[in-house]
């Protein structure tokens, strides 16, 4: 049996494990599982471990390995939360949660939902009402409920239905909306309630109507009316002598660089354990949540509220990834396993990948006087995982180079969520954008939380900002009025802070005690945060209630076990978040202690119609870089940009008119 | 003799030409000439012209071809500027311009006043005082002086002082400043002054002392001590079919791109006539100035604030790229030309090269049902330009992608400016970054001015901005509170507005007189702004009045020709700028007018040490996105992302250890 670190993700075989350990400890029992996944180590067990493997030392006991369960019981529906410990194979405790917590939605309830609502009687009423044409079908994706009724303890499941006017595997439904949407009990199966959509620019519903056929707005390119582009020539990234890269499980050394790439169902792709050149730099970088918020005003819209990572989770929402379509060049996979409602693992395949890429220049200097340069170029290594929720997709990529920076970059592709609307006679709202006939895609924000758990040359840190300021006119110090400095806010106290373009506000991390030995400053990362538009809806909204982690772009706090989500455990029909709002309010000491950095960014996503029926990417951007970590620029030794290595070509150029068109040109 | 196109780039026989006839305009006077460029020509005569191109129609008569000239008289040292026609080989005008105005630097002065100082009798008795040891030198970088009196007209050069202690072509001087620093009259060569440097924190100097030797931080490949690294693998961009784009002259076609390469030796890579599919997008785009003011209260740094565009130029600075250095795959250069002091042409050989790259996925979605997945890369096409401006390097590139959208990126790197600092004994100072020993470089900005001269569907269009803000919370319309609209305000009068990223503030570009018949809103661009901190220098500051345009974002002016440069046409020791500050003050009507968008953005550059001794790129990115402008994604005919196309390769799995280590893996 493979040897566990205690980073790595869970294994079929531990799916396996826990599945027969809570058969035993619920005998007799149906079991409807819904996550099994490691339970996070407990950080103060396994920095010993790390630290050993780190400085070469033997290695000290392995942190207990935990898993962690969440599954519903069949005969009651009562909803479990489980701690397994995996080598003693026993239960530490299995509690039913309150009445009011809903878990995520997993895969297998997912569809259930679906086809349940596809056969539903009073569904097929409505249908029918559409008198659709032959061969015209209808389909749905299920949404999580969202929350307007703090008394609503309901598993809920919101249905929106759209028309199939077309029989393909990659028709867009999402074109043609229908104008009702039943509400399901998850549970039970009940149907609660058939919600109307509204036709118009109001509130207003009215009931059923046929349907007036327009045309689907199509992406698939078998399905395009127009021809394809026949002038894009092939771009072919050659690795001839293999990545610079290796691999070991899921270990990764790349250049200076070593981590650990985890993966759990909830946040997908996590990287533990980052050493730069043998410093230790973080302990842990994940997307911790992202809430959608819809700005349609009208019922039953209100509700729609996604938080995709507490509510159905980047892991189990990650796409098969494919060799040539998603990276160039020389690439490796990861897997993933998730559970399925009956017990089984289920592999996601090649779910996480890594290649190399080229981006252009890092450096460059020429003498002048000499012409000499020092030319060096940007290699990069990225680890990419896309989720497709619903409608939508995520490109996450933490891109690592060679001048000890990571990125973040989150990339929004994918369908628009769109609702019905009676457009064809030049009607508009203000609150979304005509997208298509009869199909309207409302503003929304999409809200992310960075969870950066530092480890910037050891794991007690201080956080803080630096804002560039003029400094005072005085005769003596500052006569001319140009000169300018800057003012250092610590964060000793766990709270939230705001971005500020005006005063170019910098948030770093530091270790007081280490001093770089040239800056005579304690050695330091730098967050080049996204400074982005906040929650649009107001305090006291269940939206804003919910997400409070999207209400301020910077958060830190103590670092406690279990406290990974910005928004709190469980999201999914929330009243309020149970997250980064609540942690700080501890008012823990936060300077040269083990704190936890959170930025939220985000994306106020007011459509274009050229962001239908699919969308070109939206890239955001987020970069910690070293600010005085080093005594130096830490690519110097990166070998120069040469043709010899790097083997380009040069265009031909035309042969002079004056020889004639017909001979082909020379280089 | 070639046709000429009237954006296209001045050739050497214009130049050769041009001199003929100033000659004769002066006859018996010595002429040293400081520039010769193609004058911009008349948009109202050019536009035909192009839209009979654009339209396949038959061509009218081509503009005026006018070129510029600046140029001193030797015999009076009286600086002029010229037009000329090249057609008729007459003066326009040859005009003296007023004493206080001083003309860029140009390539021939520079070398001049550099080898003046260096053999200056006071600049070696300088160089006496500080002991050198054997082998080791000066060097010197002259500087625009920059302002401090209003009476000041001199054409005057500050030149700082360098020690040379390694006899290298790339030794790094900066490492190591002297604490004097000669300006000289550039004119008589006239020593004006001997200013020395502050040695401390404070403003205070000493007479030059005994250099004690510091190491130098270098960073020339060479001149490492450390080794570099060994295991980077090649990367390699094949291109078997060639480019996908065809290149006529300086007509350049990609995908549905048409445009025109221009170049000016003093913004360097222009673009014109930017179409897509057909339609007008932009008439020109152009980095039109940049100012990089210090915030060291100290004299002289005080006077330290570059204008790279007005005070030298993008062009005659460029780079000659070079074939696998500077970019990868398959490569296009254009060459410019400038004059020299003499006359004579100078070819400008390789400065602006076009590649494609690959730029990831540009959009993708999943039916999470059958598992069917769309993805289509994002290549791209770049026009890139490297320019050295002394110690600092800029990488400007326009990038266009296949969904319409043109990005400008501009990466900062090369070297910081430094001045000497005794900092030995653990000194800092609040306005800089110790780099190394005895080194210092001081916070600065970069203040850049994006102009935009935008033809959306047509040259009469209105610039608004887009804030997003929540919708009252009302009964009937906004029940819930979770409502949020768009606010729009023209900018209907020429002015100037600031971005808001709490409001997400959205400036665009639309065309009043074409409707969007899906959106049934005006055909638009968007400006994807960098928002930035403006000006640290305060108002009243010769920093400040000097460069106006960076104490707002966002200017709007009504098109004249001859108003292309943000500070103005002569910032050369300046006193104050004339440039869109001026130009807004006629308060044009600029709603459905022919007007020009310009985009202020900067960098507060607060050193790392880890820019030291070159600088990891920063990366600033500003984008154009058609919003409104067509009726879907524009990229959705580009054909799918496939292994057939791409050819990627699966890194190798390591044999199963059960099988024996010594097996190699097998795909």
């Excluded at 878990?103 to 609502?117: A, K, N, R, S």
Aim: proline share 7%; glycine share 6%; hydrophobic share 35%.
């Amino acid at each position: 049996m493979t040897v566990l670190h205690p980073f790595d993700p869970i294994t079929p075989g531990e799916i396996t494990l826990a599945v027969q350990v809570l058969e035993a400890a619920f005998p007799g029992v149906p079991l409807r599982y819904k996550r099994i996944d490691v339970n996070e180590p407990i950080k103060k067990d396994v920095i010993p471990y790390i630290e050993a493997e780190r400085l070469g030392k033997p290695l000290p006991a392995k942190p207990a390995r935990l898993l962690q369960a969440l599954f519903h019981r069949r005969d009651t529906g009562a909803f479990y939360k489980a701690l397994l410990n995996a080598e003693t194979r026993k239960v530490i405790y299995a509690k039913e949660l309150p009445k009011a917590v809903q878990g995520p939605v997993d895969v297998d309830e997912m569809i259930e939902i679906e086809q349940l609502c596809l056969k539903h009687p009073a569904v097929l009423a409505e249908v029918a009402k559409m008198q659709l044409p032959e061969g015209v079908t209808v389909c749905n994706d299920p949404w999580i409920y969202g929350t307007d009724d703090p008394k609503e303890s309901r598993r809920l499941f919101q249905c929106y239905m759209y028309i199939v006017a077309v029989d393909h595997e990659q028709n867009n439904h999402y074109s043609l909306p229908c104008r009702f949407s039943p509400v399901f009990d998850g549970i039970t199966h009940e149907l609660v309630r058939m919600d109307y959509l509204p036709g118009g620019a109001d509130a207003q519903t009215t009931e059923t109507q046929p349907w007036k056929p327009v045309e689907t707005v199509q992406y698939a390119h078998d399905l395009l009316t127009e021809p394809l582009r026949t002038d894009l020539k092939p771009y072919i990234v050659q690795q001839p002598e293999g990545a610079s890269f290796s691999v070991n499980g899921n270990a990764v050394s790349w250049q200076k660089w070593r981590f650990r790439v985890g993966f759990t169902n909830r946040e997908g792709l996590v990287l533990y354990n980052i050493t730069y050149d043998g410093r230790n730099v973080f302990y842990r970088l994940s997307m911790s949540e992202m809430t959608v918020p819809y700005g349609d005003p009208r019922a039953p819209y209100h509700r729609k509220q996604a938080f995709d990572v507490g509510d159905v989770g980047f892991g189990i929402t990650a796409n098969q990834l494919s060799l040539g379509c998603d990276c160039l060049g020389h690439i490796k996979y990861f897997d993933g396993y998730r559970i399925d409602a009956q017990g089984k693992p289920v592999q996601l395949k090649n779910v996480i990948c890594m290649h190399e890429q080229d981006n252009g220049l890092q450096h460059k200097h020429t003498n002048y006087r000499s012409g000499a340069a020092t030319v060096v170029r940007n290699r990069q290594l990225v680890m990419q995982m896309i989720c497709t929720v619903a409608n939508y997709e995520y490109i996450f990529a933490f891109i690592f180079d060679q001048a000890a920076n990571i990125e973040l970059e989150v990339r929004a592709t994918g369908i628009l969520s769109t609702v019905p609307f009676d457009n064809q006679n030049g009607q508009t709202v203000p609150f979304g954008t005509n997208v298509g006939p009869n199909v309207l895609a409302p503003f929304h924000q999409h809200m992310f939380s960075f969870r950066i758990d530092p480890a910037i040359d050891g794991f007690k840190n201080t956080v803080y900002f630096e804002d560039s300021v003029p400094m005072p006119v005085d005769e003596a110090s500052n006569p001319y009025g140009v000169g300018y400095t800057t003012e250092q806010t610590v964060l000793s106290t766990a709270g939230s802070a705001a971005t500020d373009v005006a005063r170019h506000r910098i948030f770093k991390i530091r270790n007081d005690d280490y001093i770089n030995p040239v800056t005579y400053k304690p050695v330091a990362y730098k967050l080049q945060a996204a400074p982005s538009q906040m929650l649009l809806a107001p305090a006291g909204s269940f939206t804003s209630k919910r997400a409070e982690f999207a209400t301020q772009p910077i958060w830190v706090t103590r670092y406690q076990d279990d406290e990974l989500f910005a928004a709190g455990e469980f999201t999914n029909q929330s009243k309020i978040s149970e997250g980064v709002e609540k942690w700080v309010q501890r008012k823990d000491a936060t300077e040269n202690e083990d704190i936890v950095l959170w930025h939220t960014f985000g994306l106020t996503h007011n459509p274009r119609i050229e962001d239908f029926p699919v969308m070109p990417m939206e890239r955001i951007s987020v970069m910690l870089r070293p600010d005085g970590f080093f005594t130096k620029n830490p690519a110097l030794d990166v070998p120069a940009s040469t043709q010899t290595f790097n083997k380009s070509t040069l265009h031909p150029e035309p042969a002079p008119a004056c020889c004639g068109g017909e001979k082909s040109a020379k280089l």
